[in-house]
């Protein structure tokens, strides 16, 4: 028999809709429901694509005796933390504090008023490694409720009080200037690893916003160390196994230093991101490696996420049946010598298993390895490697394939909808342009609807129940904002500076601060509020990069000096942790060059627009239209005639423009860096 969550749009929460646990989706009823029968609550949260979930939700939550224990003694309440970000993020802190350490699944217990006092992430049927069994946690659990009540209330109410006390110091007056920048790439640089790319150690993941801010600083500066750190690290990831050398894109992370063997998830905030970054790395050094892999990650994205509706779904699975029929992590994607001969035939298996370190003993588990070009091959046929790569691509589509989360998270559509508009831009694919430009009429139409508020999520074309969050607010326009540089319809600069009116009105604090959740969202323990870039920009560093754009597009001053509000932040962190700020960073690198406002009095799409787009200066934004209707779309196009009856440009910054020109090597050199 189905449970309540058989009514909700997630996908994570359907997976668990036949469970026989009781599940409940967060909602006041919930915790009303626990206060009536005066039970704690057992909050569970994951995310669809998520491999511990999956297997505690077969060991546990399908095991008919252990959901009849957690009905009689819980109200059980299942979260996606991908719909609702900020519940996540209060109990993840909460459960940081405590143990030190975080992750999904989550298990948190909270009493009726929401309030938590026991925490845990993954737990096994049966104890382990000194973990105590799920049941042993759940039976404990129940008996500190029934007999140490006063105990347990004196524990979640320090919590909370601890929580509350966390103020956040946003780094007082002021924005990031050339001193904490320069601090900012010192600190890189000593994380930086020499010998495989990327920064830190095991797991690696991709740093794509980092990456972001190097270009950017590089193209500012003419440092040639942050180029050089920008393009080796992305080399190494190109080469390795952590990017699908057969379909396009990318996996989650590496667990290795080395990007060999990917944790196989493949989500699509990292491709959306990483597809940006290697077009702009291609815009800054011309390398023909860059500019395939932007490709080939721009159409894995149509190819594999796009939605009958014209969106993104969020994910795909790292698991898929192995040929035995068992679920097994990274089954779709793995290859052992046999299995090339299998396809190939003895002589290209023995070329493809040199060029794509194909072993006997395998780099992955039992024999199989993770392709990758380990780049030992010396010369090879271009010709033949693309013929290979086809025959494995069409043997491997036989193999079952991994599941989709099909839901539209609007903020992950807006960084989507950012590279797929500047690839198709830069590398002349319309078809790509018209990709971004399907999702972004997709999110105006179900994720504003009628309600004139953002909403997160949807399925199928219907909306889901719950309100977005800055980032939410904050990627899609600055999604809006690229489509509007790349088509010249200034409706999309219209619908982001729509956006970022609610940013200023519902999610702006004193002194330049921001918050996750909107003024008038629903109340938790504590309200959300976190600077830092994880896998994605934070909605806080989201916000001020889109607000510096409009305030560049129009002239905004309540624009502008919110962005540059925001960016105290990034001044207090960028020399402290500026692996965990690098939007931030490439903000600050944006406002330290103007940025640049580039007016383009001519046809949209022709020679000087191009040249506007392919410009290096850190977060440039470009008009471009003709006619006498152009002012009316982009107030930077407003009084700019053409010369000479001539298609023209305009530069200008902080106020000072340079002379008009109509020669598109002159207009390259003002926008270079």
């Known amino acids: ?168 110091v946003h780094g007082g007056d002021g924005v990031p200037g050339e001193s904490e920048v320069a601090q900012a790439l010192l600190g890189l640089t000593r994380e930086y690893d020499e010998q495989h790319g990327g920064f830190g150690g095991a797991p690696k993941f991709p740093p794509a916003m980092a990456v972001e801010f190097l270009l950017r600083h590089y193209a500012r500066t003419g440092a040639e160390g942050a180029l050089q750190m920008a393009a080796d690290t992305c080399a190494a990831m190109a080469r390795g196994g952590i990017y699908d050398q057969l379909g396009g894109g990318f996996a989650r992370y590496s667990v290795d230093r080395e990007w060999i063997v990917p944790h196989f998830e493949k989500m699509l905030y990292d491709n959306a991101l990483l597809c940006r970054v290697y077009a702009h790395l291609w815009r800054a050094t011309g390398s023909d490696e860059a500019r395939r892999i932007a490709l080939e990650t721009a159409d894995f994205m149509v190819r594999e996420l796009r939605t009958a509706e014209g969106g993104f779904a969020s994910a795909l699975d790292a698991d898929s049946e192995d040929a035995e029929g068992r679920h097994v992590e990274g089954a779709h994607y793995v290859w052992t010598p046999e299995q090339l001969r299998e396809v190939l035939g003895e002589d290209d298996a023995a070329f493809a298993a040199a060029y794509f370190g194909v072993t006997e003993e395998g780099t992955f588990e039992e024999g199989a390895s993770v392709l990758r070009l380990p780049g030992d091959t010396g010369p090879v046929d271009a010709a033949r490697v693309a013929g290979v790569r086809a025959r494995l691509l069409a043997a491997r589509d036989e193999r079952p394939h991994p599941g989709r989360d099909d839901k539209i998270v609007a903020a992950w559509n807006g960084l989507a909808i950012a590279a797929l508009a500047e690839t198709g831009a830069y590398f002349d694919r319309p078809d790509l342009v018209e990709r971004a430009t399907e999702a972004a009429d997709l999110l105006v139409r179900v994720h504003l609807g009628e309600v004139a508020r953002l909403t997160r999520t949807s399925k199928d074309g219907r909306a889901g129940d719950n309100a977005g969050v800055l980032e939410d607010y904050g990627d899609v326009a600055e999604g809006f904002l690229a489509l509007a540089a790349v088509t010249g319809e200034g409706a999309w600069l219209e619908f982001a500076g729509f956006l970022l009116d609610i940013v200023l009105e519902q999610f702006t604090g004193e002194g330049g601060q921001m918050y996750d959740t909107a003024h008038d969202a629903e109340q938790l323990i504590r309200r959300p509020q976190d600077p830092t870039d994880s896998a994605t920009p934070s909605g806080w560093t989201a916000a001020a990069g889109a607000l510096l754009s409009y305030a560049a597009y129009t002239g905004s001053e309540a624009h502008r000096t919110a962005a540059e509000g925001a960016l105290g932040v990034v001044k207090a962190l960028g020399p402290r942790v500026p692996r965990f700020v690098g939007w931030g960073l490439a903000v600050a690198e944006a406002l330290l060059d103007g940025p640049r406002e580039v007016a383009v009095a001519g046809p949209v799409g022709g020679e000087l627009h191009r040249t506007a787009l392919l410009g290096r200066a850190p977060g440039a934004v470009v008009a471009a239209g003709e006619g006498p209707g152009a002012g009316a779309e982009f107030p930077l196009l407003v009084d700019r005639p053409l010369v000479g009856g001539e298609p023209t440009a305009y530069v200008c910054r902080h106020f000072v423009c340079d002379a008009p020109t109509t020669d598109a090597g002159e207009l390259a050199g003002k926008l270079g860096g």
């Open 1 to 168: 028999m189905a449970n309540r969550l058989a009514q909700t749009t997630s996908p994570y929460l359907l997976q668990h809709a036949d469970n026989p646990v009781d599940w409940w989706p967060w909602s006041p009823e919930a915790f009303e429901e626990a206060r009536k029968r005066d039970v704690p609550v057992l909050l569970s949260v994951g995310y669809a694509s998520c491999h511990w979930c999956h297997v505690m939700a077969h060991e546990s939550f399908e095991d008919d005796d252990t959901a009849a224990y957690l009905n009689a003694h819980f109200v059980p309440v299942k979260v996606d933390r991908e719909e609702r970000p900020d519940v996540d993020a209060v109990y993840m802190e909460a459960v940081q504090a405590a143990t030190g350490h975080g992750g999904w699944p989550m298990t948190v217990f909270l009493t009726p008023d929401a309030e938590p006092f026991y925490f845990g992430t993954y737990f096994p049927p049966e104890p382990r490694h000194g973990s105590p069994s799920f049941q042993q946690v759940l039976e404990g659990v129940a008996t500190a409720w029934t007999d140490r009540r006063k105990e347990v209330a004196e524990v979640a109410g320090r919590i909370v009080a601890d929580l509350a006390g966390r103020s956040l």
